[in-house]
């Protein structure tokens, strides 16, 4: 396994949740990582993103002010910290990488983990 999500889980609306994605060193120290979100009957949508540096970040409008994506290089880990949840953001989250940098179209990642399913109750 290249990818390994976990962190998901039941939080009532308002909460917070972080997420955690373990990447293999090959993929982790070459290439950018995202986060993106599939909710029962939609598309799959982006969150965030970080370069391989971890100097640059992009956030989807709807996560920006209230997710962080961050990476920890001594752990391989990239995190995608959600405060003051809300019930649309119920989906299941994957982590990705991306051989093409930050950007925000799901089919330039390459990799993908097995998801981990955010539940939010209002």
């Known amino acids: 396994v290249q990818l390994q999500a976990s962190g998901g889980g039941l939080v009532q609306s308002g909460g917070s949740l972080r997420l955690s994605c373990v990447a293999s060193?090959?993929?982790?120290?070459?290439?950018?990582l995202g986060w993106f979100r599939q909710a029962p009957g939609k598309e799959r949508e982006f969150v965030a993103s970080?370069?391989?540096?971890?100097?640059?970040?992009a956030y989807a409008r709807s996560a920006k002010g209230r997710f962080i994506i961050s990476k920890d290089n001594d752990k391989n880990t990239v995190y995608l910290q959600m405060n003051n949840l809300e019930s649309e953001d119920t989906a299941t989250y994957y982590c990705a990488t991306s051989p093409q940098g930050i950007n925000v179209d799901a089919t330039n990642y390459n990799y993908w983990g097995q998801g981990t399913l955010v539940t939010v109750s209002s």
């Open positions: 970080i370069s391989v540096s971890g100097r640059s970040t």
């Open positions: 060193g090959r993929l982790f120290n070459n290439y950018a």
